[in-house]
């Protein structure tokens, strides 16, 4: 286990009171930026902005990282009063090829995570809160490329959203039939995704989380005839 703490007194005392322990490490360093082995899990302790690319790639196939989103407000400053989960969320991202699923587990105000934090996001963040619905968050995305009306919340270089279909190997995907067939079923699975964005089913997924990402899989497999 590696520890990062950026303050060098806490670091000192984190590294004594963990003496005992000869599979921790403790570094004093930046948490955002410090380099760290392939991890399972990557517990943020610290309020960000925004995910940091260390730990979007320091995470394994399945790994986790547990991570305290806040706006400004979710340290400090509160006035006029917002509830505490509006101002800050803690989310778990699980990594899934090269993809990051993603979803809410609870509020949280926290001490602010220095190198984590831009203003971008932060205004993007306090506009997600604003309007609610933190709960339906199914994925974490990079890039520019996911349309404004799947996200619940985006920002410059990344993105949450709420009902993005699998891109990646869980994906149903119609492989098997020569291309005027392919295109047949390809319509017919359409028909069946289609709704289940709509309709964000999409959120069940924390309850299924080692499942096929999309519970139409019985429907699917009836169509292409398996079953
Ligand atoms: C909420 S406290 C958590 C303290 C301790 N880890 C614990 O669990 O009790 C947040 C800590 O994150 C540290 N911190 C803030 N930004 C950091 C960064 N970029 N890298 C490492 N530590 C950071 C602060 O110095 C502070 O000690």
């Known amino acids: 286990m590696t520890a990062i703490e950026l303050d060098s007194e806490l670091a000192t005392r984190a590294r004594i009171n963990l003496s005992a322990s000869s599979n921790v490490r403790v570094i004093c360093g930046n948490g955002a930026t410090a380099p760290?082995?392939?991890?399972?899990?990557?517990?943020?302790?610290?309020?960000?902005?925004?995910?940091?690319?260390?730990?979007?790639?320091?995470?394994?196939e399945g790994g986790r990282l547990i991570l305290p989103l806040t706006t400004n407000r979710g340290f400090g400053r509160n006035d006029p009063p917002v509830p505490i989960d509006g101002r800050g969320a803690v989310f778990r991202i699980e990594r899934r090829s090269s993809e990051f699923l993603a979803r809410w587990v609870s509020p949280v105000a926290i001490f602010p995570c220095e190198g984590a934090r831009d203003p971008l996001s932060e205004e993007a963040l306090a506009g997600a809160f604003e309007k609610g619905g933190w709960q339906q968050v199914t994925r974490l995305c990079r890039g520019n490329d996911v349309p404004e009306d799947h996200c619940w919340l985006r920002a410059p270089g990344w993105c949450l959203t709420r009902d993005?279909?699998?891109?990646?190997?869980?994906?149903?995907?119609?492989?098997?039939?020569?291309?005027?067939?392919?295109?047949?079923?390809?319509?017919?699975?359409?028909?069946?995704?289609?709704?289940?964005?709509?309709?964000?089913?999409?959120?069940?997924?924390?309850?299924?989380?080692?499942?096929?990402?999309?519970?139409?899989?019985?429907?699917?497999?009836?169509?292409?005839?398996?079953?």
């Open 36 to 60: 760290f082995d392939i991890a399972d899990v990557i517990y943020v302790n610290a309020g960000a902005t925004r995910p940091a690319d260390a730990w979007l790639d320091g995470l394994s």
């Open 164 to 227: 993005l279909p699998s891109s990646g190997p869980n994906r149903p995907a119609v492989r098997m039939h020569t291309p005027p067939e392919a295109a047949a079923v390809q319509k017919q699975v359409d028909a069946i995704i289609s709704p289940c964005v709509e309709f964000g089913l999409g959120h069940r997924l924390p309850e299924a989380e080692s499942a096929p990402l999309w519970q139409a899989d019985d429907e699917l497999d009836e169509l292409l005839g398996g079953k």
